[in-house]
């Protein structure tokens, strides 16, 4: 699904992705943790064409993503991202920021868009909120309806950037909780987090980065019982 071949990555004269290889297979949840700066949110910006390789060859759902060929709307509409920050319509409902782009970008009748925002709803645990405004939510319920919001357009990947660093502590677990269950159905995801206990138990590989190499890639059991990297472990010591 998605295949990264000696991908590098500048911004000027900043050097942010270094000789990356990794590869994603359909179903697989891949973690990606690491320090602040060390190129994790630019590497997950290049699967959707947010940025622009430099070098090197990435490949996503049988598309090349280096030259000016890629179709971005279709590489757009079969990867959902979920941000930090939620980035929810603040004057629009629930459920019309769900239904908004599968009415506007799949031209689903608005009917089956509601039908399907509404199962999205119940699916994240919050089928009560359709009507609600975002501000009349907590931090999890929001992030819970932008996971509703990927979903709506039915991708094939969803990339997920540090998802529950904004919140509450007491609202992390609900949405780890969602996530957890999209990976058990088989979704494609690439997470982003600084949540060890998800890494650990939902991932089917942890990626450590640092200073925008991949230093280390392994099942977690391993990375977490073993880390080979100096720096992985240096990072785990301060993080576990
Ligand atoms: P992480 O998500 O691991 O914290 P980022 O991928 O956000 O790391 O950033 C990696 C490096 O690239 C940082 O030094 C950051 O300042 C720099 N960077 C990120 N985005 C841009 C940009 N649009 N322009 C210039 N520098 C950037
Ligand atoms: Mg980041």
Redesign the pocket.
């Known amino acids: 699904m998605i295949t990264f071949r000696g991908v590098n990555k500048h911004?000027?004269g900043?050097h942010?992705l270094k000789d990356i290889d990794l590869h994603v297979e359909p179903g697989e949840v891949v973690v990606i943790i690491?320090p602040?700066?060390?190129?994790?949110?630019?590497l997950l910006r290049c699967i959707n064409k947010l940025e622009t390789i430099s070098g090197g060859e990435l490949n996503v759902l049988d598309m090349p993503l280096g030259g000016r060929g890629a179709d971005v709307n279709r590489l757009r509409r079969d990867i959902g991202m979920v941000f930090q920050h939620f980035n929810l319509y603040p004057h629009l409902t629930v459920l019309d920021n769900i239904t908004l782009a599968p009415v506007q970008v799949l031209r689903q009748p608005k009917t089956e868009a509601e039908a399907h925002a509404r199962h999205l709803l119940a699916k994240v645990g919050i089928p009560e909120k359709a009507n609600a405004l975002p501000s009349q939510l907590s931090g999890g319920q929001q992030q819970r309806v932008a996971i509703a919001r990927g979903l709506a357009m039915k991708p094939k990947i969803m990339l997920f950037d540090e998802p529950t660093s904004a919140l509450d502590p007491e609202m992390i677990g609900e949405v780890l909780a969602v996530m957890k269950q999209l990976a058990k159905e088989g979704m494609t995801m690439v997470v982003?987090t600084h949540e060890m206990g998800f890494a650990r138990e939902v991932a089917g590989r942890v990626i450590f980065?640092d200073e925008g190499r991949i230093v280390e890639e392994a099942e977690p059991a391993t990375f977490f019982g073993q880390p080979k990297a100096e720096r992985a472990k240096l990072f785990l010591s301060r993080v576990l």
């Open positions: 911004f000027g900043l942010v690491g602040s700066g060390s190129g994790k949110s630019t982003v980065m």
